[in-house]
């Protein structure tokens, strides 16, 4: 069988190659285009993608793929329709990064409440010249008491709950939006807005998800709530969150993903130096804790298809 891996330096430590491997092509970096990934794969069994897109018009010309293994809990990167259409089955390795994510979005709480990045700047623009031992600025916030508001109750959320509750947060669970009846241990979409001091993404990107914070929701939240988003750059309006920043109806916001990676340079939220907007990119997941679970869930999902016990199936 022939492994062809897109984008592999996505994974900075290489995959270790199973023995019933015919051929193993690591592929660094590669274009976003249909034509670049056809070509890439036209002699593949095996797929491994972490964010190169698999459409129905790529599928429909690779008649050898029987197998995508996506490097990632989430698949939106592929067409599961079209992969089900072409008798191609698709596994992604759920839950890695639970730990790192979830840490992740403890730390971005804690430097947004406590408005780290405005004083770390402050230490060395004002602190000088301070006719004080201390420079007041923005305001510190409790962490403890505050209310965090969680979309998304998988692995992650979950996670990220544990920790939160652990350092005496209060903690919802949002339900879908337009769900007009309401799950036990959730509230209504609307009710997380309104109560939360915090708001953390952790839902996968679906139509039914897109743009699923935007003016509309800046608008219904608190004043000076903050918005952490380390899942997909889609489900915010990018630029709602920074008109939500620039009016101050937005108290902070931590984002670790964006609407299109690598960003353009011209992105909105890029072109902003404020000390409440933290972005990174698309980091929180890749501890070594997260980065050897993801290792090790690629390899036992090629080695669980190669036996015909195909595991982690999405599609």
Same mark, same amino acid.
């Given at each position: 069988?022939?492994?062809?891996?897109?984008?592999?330096?996505?994974?900075?430590?290489?995959?270790?190659?199973?023995?019933?491997?015919?051929?193993?092509?690591?592929?660094?970096?590669?274009?976003?285009?249909?034509?670049?990934?056809?070509?890439?794969?036209?002699?593949?069994?095996?797929?491994?993608?972490?964010?190169?897109?698999?459409? *129905?018009?790529?599928?429909?010309?690779?008649?050898?793929?029987? +197998?995508?293994?996506?490097?990632?809990?989430?698949?939106?990167?592929?067409?599961? *329709?079209?992969? &089900?259409?072409?008798?191609?089955?698709?596994?992604?390795?759920?839950?890695? /990064?639970?730990? /790192?994510?979830?840490?992740?979005?403890?730390? +971005?709480? +804690?430097?947004?409440? &406590?408005?780290?990045?405005?004083?770390?700047?402050?230490?060395?623009?004002?602190?000088?010249?301070?006719?004080?031992?201390?420079?007041?600025?923005?305001?510190?916030?409790?962490? &403890?008491?505050?209310?965090?508001?969680? +979309?998304?109750?998988?692995?992650?959320?979950?996670?990220?709950?544990?920790?939160?509750?652990?350092?005496?947060?209060?903690?919802?669970?949002?339900?879908?939006?337009?769900?007009?009846?309401?799950?036990?241990?959730?509230?209504?979409?609307?009710?997380?807005?309104?109560?939360?001091?915090?708001?953390?993404?952790?839902?996968?990107?679906?139509?039914?998800? &897109?743009?699923?914070?935007?003016?509309?929701?800046?608008?219904?939240?608190?004043?000076?709530?903050?918005?952490?988003?380390?899942?997909?750059?889609?489900?915010?309006?990018?630029?709602?969150?920074?008109?939500?920043?620039?009016?101050?109806?937005?108290?902070?916001?931590?984002?670790?993903?964006?609407?299109?990676?690598?960003?353009?340079?011209?992105?909105?939220?890029?072109?902003?130096?404020?000390?409440?907007?933290?972005?990174?990119?698309?980091?929180?997941?890749?501890?070594?804790?997260?980065?050897?679970?993801?290792?090790?869930?690629?390899?036992?999902?090629?080695?669980?298809?190669?036996?015909?016990?195909?595991?982690?199936?999405?599609?």
């Amino acid at each position: 069988m022939q492994i062809v891996f897109l984008d592999s330096d996505t994974i900075p430590t290489p995959l270790p190659v199973p023995e019933w491997v015919t051929k193993w092509v690591n592929l660094p970096a590669t274009a976003q285009d249909p034509e670049a990934v056809v070509q890439a794969l036209a002699d593949a069994d095996i797929c491994i993608t972490n964010k190169i897109k698999l459409t *129905q018009g790529i599928l429909a010309r690779l008649p050898k793929l029987k +197998f995508v293994c996506v490097a990632a809990t989430g698949y939106d990167c592929v067409d599961l *329709q079209a992969c &089900r259409e072409h008798g191609v089955i698709v596994s992604n390795v759920p839950g890695y /990064s639970r730990q /790192s994510v979830g840490e992740g979005v403890i730390g +971005f709480i +804690f430097s947004l409440r &406590r408005a780290l990045p405005f004083y770390q700047t402050t230490a060395r623009q004002a602190w000088p010249d301070s006719p004080h031992f201390c420079v007041h600025g923005a305001p510190v916030l409790n962490v &403890r008491g505050a209310t965090l508001g969680i +979309f998304g109750r998988g692995a992650i959320g979950q996670e990220v709950a544990t920790l939160a509750q652990a350092l005496g947060m209060n903690v919802l669970f949002g339900e879908h939006r337009n769900r007009p009846d309401v799950r036990p241990g959730y509230v209504r979409f609307e009710t997380l807005l309104a109560q939360s001091d915090i708001i953390t993404l952790h839902c996968p990107l679906t139509e039914a998800t &897109r743009s699923m914070i935007g003016q509309a929701e800046i608008a219904q939240m608190k004043r000076g709530a903050m918005l952490i988003n380390t899942a997909r750059g889609p489900l915010i309006n990018e630029q709602a969150v920074a008109d939500g920043l620039l009016s101050g109806q937005l108290g902070g916001v931590a984002l670790d993903v964006l609407s299109v990676e690598p960003p353009p340079a011209e992105n909105p939220l890029l072109q902003m130096h404020m000390p409440n907007l933290i972005i990174t990119p698309h980091i929180t997941w890749a501890n070594e804790h997260g980065m050897r679970s993801l290792m090790d869930g690629i390899v036992g999902n090629l080695n669980a298809f190669a036996q015909g016990q195909a595991v982690n199936v999405v599609s």
